[in-house]
């Protein structure tokens, strides 16, 4: 079982998954298990539940179906034949790129087509998507499952590959490619914020732009931003508004905020009676920060931690700024 041997524990491939379920025959399966008795999906119970609860599958395995959605170790691959639709062109194919991983099997919130034993959907490892995972072992170390890349470099020539697949095909069916036109659109929006804040001098911020981590570009430091703080940028302040047209719902900006807030009542709620001393608080997956500051108004003290060293870069910039 130890990393490294030949009986190395891993997760499971989506070949396994199959397996361990064991499907009923076409005819016999629906397009969703409604049954609340055989399997935790479509809301029947409102939460997860626990492991052994429901019956176990013909192989021997409790939640092979429901519950939590259940990692592999393959990559978001296509299935033979797979090609690009014109409704919905860039759901699949920006996610061919050695760095989503396949989930299985369906969660508790999970209905209709997601609670289906033919949904196949992905994610990257460090999102939490009402996930579980299940550790298997095999004598000669031999890992069935389709990886699409091996190194970081592998991944970004595996997901141009597919991007400029999915293109070609669209053009070819004469499409007005969605694809391209969102990628355009977020183009234009990148340059028309980074002038318009130019005055922010986020300093330390590392980039690497068209290489290296996807989490890595200004691209999606400037989105996280806007995200975190747009709050911040409702024409108030010289730049122009996060969202400029009439009525704009501008109660829901701020939302790693609103969370950090609900946070810091439950904590006061459940805690000491001593509403001023609220210990420590920990944000996984901090991102730029937002709810990080805005639970150190109430924590003695917080840490935040982030896969993106650009967007942690950032956040410890702000933290450093003279009140």
């Known amino acids: ?38 399997a935790n999906l479509n809301l029947a119970h409102g939460s997860q539940c626990p492991v052994d609860a429901m019956e176990p599958s013909p192989s021997g395995h409790h939640d092979t179906m429901g519950n939590a959605w259940e990692w592999t170790e393959d990559h978001f691959n296509p299935l033979p034949g797979f090609e690009v639709h014109s409704v919905y062109d860039d759901f699949s194919t920006p996610c061919f790129d050695g760095r989503h991983h396949m989930i299985m099997g369906g969660s508790f919130a999970s209905t209709g087509d997601e609670a289906s034993v033919y949904a196949r959907f992905h994610f990257r490892p460090h999102f939490l998507q009402h996930s579980s995972f299940r550790l298997v072992a095999n004598p000669t170390g031999r890992v069935p499952a389709t990886l699409l890349a091996t190194s970081e470099a592998d991944a970004l020539e595996v997901a141009r590959a597919a991007e400029e697949q999915a293109l070609r095909q669209a053009e070819a069916r004469g499409w007005a490619s969605p694809a391209k036109s969102l990628r355009e659109e977020a183009d234009n929006a990148k340059r028309n914020f980074s002038s318009s804040a130019a005055s922010v001098n986020l ?15 200004q691209e999606l430091l400037d989105m996280y931003l806007g995200l975190h ?95």
């Open 1 to 38: 079982g130890v990393a490294g041997t030949a009986g190395a524990y891993r997760l499971v491939t989506e070949a396994e998954h199959h397996l361990l379920r064991h499907p009923p025959s076409l005819e016999s399966d629906p397009e969703a298990l409604t049954d609340a008795e055989k």
């Open 203 to 217: 300093a330390g911020t590392s980039f690497q732009d068209g290489q290296g981590s996807t989490y890595e570009t």
């Open 229 to 323: 703080y747009g709050q911040a940028f409702q024409g108030d302040q010289g730049v122009p508004a996060l969202i400029p047209h009439e009525g704009a719902p501008a109660h829901a900006l701020g939302f790693p905020q609103r969370c950090a807030q609900l946070l810091t009542r439950l904590a006061q709620k459940e805690g000491s009676a001593d509403k001023a001393k609220l210990g420590r608080a920990l944000d996984v997956g901090c991102a730029v920060g937002g709810a990080s500051f805005e639970l150190a108004k109430h924590f003695d003290e917080v840490v935040g931690f982030d896969y993106s060293r650009s967007f942690v870069d950032a956040a410890k910039s702000m933290r450093d700024l003279p009140v």
